[in-house]
């Protein structure tokens, strides 16, 4: 069993920047492939950006949702077991409930993008873009 906790979340201006966290304990954190999510108020939580677990790669590995391609940068920690998601340039429609999520053994030749990709799931914290 893995938890996670996420924070970093608050109100910032358009052109702001904001850098998520989302700290992993219960399991070792290398093995996972973790992701970020979001879920805007009456829209389904979407992809935001992944990347491969520590041991599958010589190095991480990074995939991101297009919107946010550029902007949004995911890194690992892994001798502090935590994830983070530096937003830069954010927008009004970055406004929403951001989710850090985590997959054990996952394929390596995968992306993991999809909502029941991941086993774990943390219990968000609120971004919003807004002047």
């Known amino acids: 069993q893995v938890q996670l906790v996420e924070s970093g979340g608050g109100l910032v201006q358009p052109g702001g920047s904001l850098r998520l966290s989302c700290v992993a304990s219960g399991r070792t954190f290398n093995n996972y492939d973790m992701g970020w999510f979001r879920q805007a108020p009456g829209k389904e939580r979407e992809f935001v950006a992944t990347?491969?677990?520590?041991?599958?790669?010589?190095?991480?590995?990074?995939y991101y949702a297009g919107s946010v391609r550029g902007r949004l940068t995911i890194s690992m920690d892994n001798a502090k077991n935590t994830v983070y998601l530096q937003m830069n340039s954010m927008k009004p429609e970055d406004t929403a409930v951001y989710y850090c999520?985590?997959?054990?053994?996952?394929?390596?030749?995968?992306?993991?993008?999809?909502?029941?990709?991941?086993?774990?799931w943390g219990q968000g914290t609120q971004v919003t873009v807004s002047s």
């Open positions: 999520a985590a997959k054990s053994n996952a394929s390596r030749y995968a992306y993991l993008t999809g909502t029941r990709d991941y086993d774990f």
């Open positions: 990347i491969k677990a520590a041991i599958t790669w010589t190095g991480s590995s990074t």
